[in-house]
């Protein structure tokens, strides 16, 4: 089964989210790391979830491109289910960027060939279109002059960038962040986080899982909070950071709270 | 990068040699012993120090002059331990030259005598296995009378052997690649009920054959091959000499030598490939790539790299474990080696020579090899901009 995008953004109604999750479960062996998660995610919104490590923030994540297999639930996406057997998970995929918090570029290709991989591939655009786009999203990230480095060469908050301007180049309706700064050193931090509050202006629609709780709270439209595979409170961040609701999301966010002086 | 090291090894060496010099008085007197070692021996008949004897006797007391010298400079260095730089007159400047000419000598006259004895003591022992009309007593010169006589045997034995390592490896990798290939394939949520049941199969076939495949000794399976494939041919209606036009003992050996080794390679593929983290995939697939293209373009060229020590290995065993292919008859080294031990009964010589042989084709191997994976290794791009380099520099600040 094959989508063709084209006809089906068409036909989607704005007022529909771009993302429906359903009762999705998770197990790993005996652990059940999501339980019943419901969650909408709106065309434009930036949706950043926050919790304790081992909350299921990532698997979260993960389930919605598939890089986890869901126990059961739903994961509509386009009108199809992500989560049902036999779907044509490949060309849902395309429609979905992800930037992991390892970077995972590929090493076997220099900073160009990782852009210009799956847009060659996957959407037969010519070598050299794929090369034109790729470098200007790497330019907008900067890194328009390092498109013939190897990808050893680079530091870390390089290779993040490189990371995002390799899924822009499929062109995604929706990005996914796991972590994005949290293998990257503090003083380099704000150069991802820049271009990803740049990404949140032009509209994308993103959902950023993430410790960053400056970002989560000046950024993002709705703050989704998980506490052991739940999704304990979620809201606009003014409302979260100010009048945490439930007793675990003001002991989650208490030390932030203090340090910045809020709530 | 190898031309600089080479560079850099010659450098030192020549230092050593000009100025730095510090052991002259050790390791000449370890040059001159072997030198006098040599003209203790006895000559053979093309030896050239024979007509001048008075010249290799000059040579032989310059020699132990040498040796009494270095002695009682060595004799100073002991009792002048910790200034002897200072105080030795063996360390002053004069004397420290005369030193270092002294040095050129002496390993110029061990050198002519290690000529005289060793090197012509072999090319004559070699005139005279080739002169003789029937096999010499002496173990050199019937090795060598052999290596002569049999010259054409052993260089269609080699080449064969050669043939059947080479082929058979370079089949092998690309039967392993698909083997490991099947092994690695998982049930993809995309897949058909048609896709998913070849992988199953697929796979289990692909663990089925390392099983047996490495359970079993080549010998056997190249026993089970030969006679299998020749029964089958006579099945069909065939009569014997028309099946060993088809059905070569070297068709059998290398279809031995390809499949054996296919298992054993596959293993090194899977090695390789399950060490590439697993992150690649991930990205890979997050972009929307198949599970086919993530390994075909992203998997494979890293997972090959880690595997390439493991598979050069596979092309030296390959050299080793052909000698097996001889009791189907395959006309290969040892084969060879066999039927001159049955011509002449002499199975030292014999198996001695072969041995050199294999140590000779593994050793020419594994330099190649090497050489080809250190040119694999190399960055396979430029990189063109400046801004690069200042940027890998500043981030170092």
Redesign the interface.
């Known amino acids: 089964m094959t989508i063709n995008t084209q006809t089906i953004r068409e036909s989607d109604t704005a007022e529909n989210p771009l993302v429906r999750v359903e009762g999705l479960r998770k197990c790993f062996g005996n652990h059940e790391v999501l339980k019943n998660i419901n969650l909408t995610i709106n065309r434009g919104e930036v949706v950043t979830i926050i919790g304790a490590s081992g909350s299921g923030k990532s698997t979260l994540l993960r389930c919605i491109n598939l890089l986890e297999t869901p126990d059961s639930g739903h994961v509509w996406f386009h009108g199809s289910d992500l989560a049902a057997e036999h779907v044509d998970v490949n060309s849902l995929r395309q429609n979905i960027g992800m930037v992991f918090q390892s970077f995972n570029l590929f090493n076997n290709m220099n900073v160009l060939g990782n852009c210009t991989l799956a847009p060659v591939l996957l959407k037969k655009a010519t070598k050299a279109e794929a090369e034109e786009t790729a470098l200007k999203r790497l330019d907008e990230v900067g890194l328009k002059d390092f498109a013939g480095a190897a990808v050893s060469t680079l530091s870390g908050g390089q290779k993040q960038r490189v990371a995002i301007a390799r899924a822009l180049c499929m062109e995604p309706e929706l990005m996914l962040f796991d972590e994005p700064t949290s293998a990257l050193d503090p003083e380099i931090v704000g150069e991802v986080l820049e271009i990803m509050h740049r990404l949140a202006e032009q509209g994308m629609t993103m959902v950023v899982v993430t410790h960053e709780m400056d970002f989560a709270k000046n950024v993002s439209d709705k703050v989704v909070f998980m506490d052991e595979g739940i999704i304990a409170e979620e809201g606009h961040p003014k409302d979260m950071f100010t009048h945490p609701q439930h007793e675990r999301t003001r002991a989650f966010l208490s030390r932030y709270l203090e340090d910045t002086g809020v709530g | 990068m190898d031309d600089s090291h080479t560079q850099g090894r010659f450098r030192r060496l020549r230092q050593f040699v000009q100025t730095d010099h510090r052991y002259v008085v050790l390791a000449t007197s370890v040059i001159a012993l072997i030198g006098l070692w040599f003209s203790m021996q006895p000559r053979s008949q093309m030896s050239f120090l024979a007509p001048v004897y008075a010249l290799e006797l000059l040579m032989y007391y310059l020699l132990v002059a040498w040796l009494i010298f270095a002695a009682a400079a060595l004799m100073t260095k002991l009792a002048m331990w910790h200034n002897y730089t200072e105080r030795s007159p063996f360390a002053r400047k004069p004397l420290v030259t005369v030193e270092r000419f002294a040095s050129y000598v002496v390993a110029i006259i061990a050198a002519v005598l290690f000529i005289d004895r060793a090197v012509m003591g072999v090319a004559s022992s070699a005139a005279t296995a080739i002169g003789a009309d029937k096999i010499p007593r002496g173990g050199l010169e019937a090795a060598l009378y052999m290596l002569y006589e049999g010259r054409a045997l052993f260089r269609t034995g080699i080449l064969t052997t050669v043939e059947l390592a080479v082929f058979g490896t370079i089949i092998a990798f690309f039967l392993a690649l698909l083997m490991a290939t099947l092994h690695l394939l998982k049930i ?5 009920d048609l896709v998913r049941f070849f992988k199953v199969v697929g796979s289990g076939f692909a663990k089925l054959y390392s099983t047996i495949v490495r359970g079993t000794p080549m010998m056997v399976q190249a026993l089970i091959i030969y006679n299998a494939g020749f029964a089958v041919l006579l099945g069909t209606g065939m009569s014997s000499g028309q099946i060993r036009l088809v059905w070569s003992t070297f068709i059998a050996g290398l279809v031995t030598v390809s499949l054996n080794s296919t298992a054993y390679m596959m293993e090194v593929l899977r090695g390789g490939i399950e060490s590439v ?1 697993a ?2 995939t ?9 599970q086919w ?1 993530t390994l075909l ?2 998997v494979f ?2 997972g090959i ?1 880690f595997a390439i020590p493991g598979l050069s290995n596979e092309l030296v065993i390959n050299i080793k474990d052909s000698s097996v292919l001889s009791v189907i008859g395959v006309v290969e080294l040892m084969y060879e080696s066999r039927a001159m031990a049955g011509i002449y009964y002499k199975n030292i010589e014999v198996y001695m020579v072969a041995a050199v042989f294999y140590l000779i084709l593994t050793a020419l191997a594994t330099y190649l090899l090497n050489r080809l994976s250190k040119h694999l290794d190399a ?3 430029q ?3 400046d ?2 380099h200042a ?2 520099s500043a ?1 170092k600040q």
Do not use: C, H, Y
């Not at chain 2, 993809?188 to 058909?192: I, K, L, P, Q, T």
């Not at chain 2, 991930?282 to 198949?290: M, T």
């Open positions: 993809d949520r995309a897949d058909n983290d992150g690649q991930e990205a890979a697939r997050s972009l929307g790539l198949s293209q373009r992203v060229p890293q790299k960055p396979r791009l990189q063109t901009s801004s690069i940027a890998v981030d």
